[in-house]
């Protein structure tokens, strides 16, 4: 029914920058809040960035607050999220979601996921 793909990511020395992007298949894709989660080996699934449906407004988790962006293109049915000053402990595959109401950091706020993609940071 609802499919989310995500692309954009790679491998990146510290320091570095990458752009995720997030295609979501539908209509009615400016309806709905989306976010970005992140899972590294042997760690639980954690909240990284969300984006209401308009695009105005927005909330981080601390530990990528000043460093990444993310934003939306609704006449694309696109989310992005922009990682600058790339640490190793940003390694993880990338997950992007739906939402059901508005941007939460609570991972059952979201109702479709993509299939993930791999972001490796080197020291």
């Known amino acids: 029914q609802v499919h989310l793909v995500e692309s954009g990511g790679g491998l990146v020395q510290a320091g570095g920058s990458l752009r995720l992007s997030c295609a979501v298949s539908?209509?009615?894709?400016?309806?709905?809040?989306m976010g970005w989660f992140r899972q590294a080996p042997g760690k639980e699934r954690e909240f990284v960035a969300a984006i209401s449906g308009s695009g105005g407004s927005t909330r981080y988790a601390d530990s990528v607050k000043g460093r990444f962006t993310i934003s939306r293109d609704n006449a694309k049915n696109t989310v992005y999220l922009q990682m600058n000053s790339l640490k190793p402990e940003d390694t993880a595959v990338y997950y992007c979601?739906?939402?059901?109401?508005?941007?939460?950091?609570?991972?059952?706020?979201?109702?479709?996921w993509g299939q993930g993609t791999q972001v490796t940071v080197s020291s």
């Open positions: 539908g209509r009615t894709f400016s309806m709905y809040a």
């Open positions: 979601a739906r939402g059901r109401v508005g941007p939460t950091i609570n991972p059952g706020g979201y109702d479709y």
